[in-house]
């Protein structure tokens, strides 16, 4: 079982729960620095070395290319998509280059 899951929150703790179950568990985030620290604490809890961790913007167009791109190399299947969004509150608009609205964010 493949599993694309955020760091934080719900998305943290819905990541252990199927880390415990053996998942192949990918932490898609913004901030590959948190991730990685939660992606160590998950392997300790759960005794689960199946769970990697890979860059992934969602304002920025280019990086959601790259990362489906590296998902379409590396993985044979997606089982389970995790889309853990949160509401960051008012935030000055938008993504300069693409003008994306950035008030709902994933990470």
Do not use: H, P, W
Request: aromatic content about 6%; proline content about 0%.
């Amino acid at each position: 079982m493949k599993l694309y899951v955020s760091v934080l929150g719900v998305g943290y703790y819905t990541a252990i729960d199927l880390a415990r179950r053996n998942a192949r568990v990918i932490l898609a985030c913004r901030n590959t620095r948190s991730a990685t620290a939660a992606a160590a604490q998950m392997r300790l809890a759960t005794a689960n070395e199946n769970i990697v961790v890979r860059e992934l913007d969602l304002s920025r167009l280019k990086s959601v290319r790259q990362f489906a791109s590296i998902i379409l190399d590396q993985e044979s299947r997606l089982d389970i998509l995790v889309n853990n969004a949160g509401t960051a509150g008012y935030i000055s608009c938008c993504s300069v280059k693409f003008r994306i609205e950035r008030i709902v964010t994933v990470d």
